[in-house]
C-alpha cells in the first residue's frame, strides 16, 4: 500500500467514529448544565447552562408553562421543519409559545448562549430558565417530552438528559 492510501484509512478511522457520535445528537433535547460559566471562559457569554432568558431577551412574551425558543437562520433547511413542529405543539398545549429568532438579527443572544447552529431549540421554563436544548432537528415527541417533564417539575433532573416521558392524553 501507499503511503496516501494508508493516510486516508487513517483519517476516515478517526472521522468515521466522530461523524456518527456527532449524528447521534442532533436534535435531542438535553438537560441544561449546571448554572455558572464553562470551564475556561468569563463573562456574559460565558454560560447557557442555568441562564435565564426574560420578555424583554426575546421580545415577546413567556408562556404561562414554558416558552420554545427557536435559533433559526435564512440558509437553514431544517429550521422549516424544526418551525413547524414546534408551532404544532405549542398550539396544542395551553400556556406554551414558540418564539423564532434569527441568528443574523439576534446575535446578543446567539453570543450569549454559544448558539453554535440552526436550528438550536431552547426549552424555557415559566420562569425563563433554560431547561433543555437541541442542536438540529428535535422530534415532536421528545419536545412533548420534554414539556411532559417541564410540567411535572423534573426539568433539573434525568441522567441522559434525553426526554423521555410523554404528558398524559397524548
Do not use: Y
Not at 434569527?102 to 453570543?111: A, H, I, K, M, P
Amino acid at each position: 500500500m501507499t503511503a496516501g492510501v494508508i493516510t486516508l484509512i487513517a483519517v476516515l478511522a478517526v472521522v468515521t467514529p466522530l461523524g456518527v457520535v456527532w449524528r447521534r445528537r442532533q436534535g435531542k433535547l438535553r438537560v441544561a448544565g449546571t448554572p455558572g460559566p464553562a470551564p475556561g471562559l468569563a463573562g456574559p457569554a460565558a454560560s447557557a447552562a442555568g441562564d435565564v432568558l426574560t420578555a424583554a431577551d426575546l421580545r415577546h412574551d413567556l408562556g404561562a408553562q414554558a416558552t420554545l425558543v427557536q435559533f433559526s437562520s435564512a440558509f437553514c433547511a431544517p429550521c422549516r421543519a424544526t418551525r413547524q413542529i414546534l408551532g404544532e405543539v405549542a398550539a396544542m398545549m395551553d400556556g406554551v409559545h414558540h418564539v423564532e429568532l434569527d441568528t443574523e438579527s439576534r446575535l446578543d443572544l446567539v453570543r450569549r448562549l454559544n448558539i453554535f447552529s440552526t436550528p438550536t431549540v431552547l426549552v424555557l421554563g415559566p420562569d425563563g430558565a433554560i431547561a433543555r436544548k437541541a442542536t438540529g432537528q428535535p422530534r415532536k415527541a421528545d419536545v412533548i417530552a420534554a414539556l411532559g417533564q417541564l410540567a411535572g417539575g423534573q426539568h433539573r433532573a434525568g441522567t441522559g438528559g434525553e426526554a423521555a416521558v410523554a404528558p398524559a392524553g397524548d
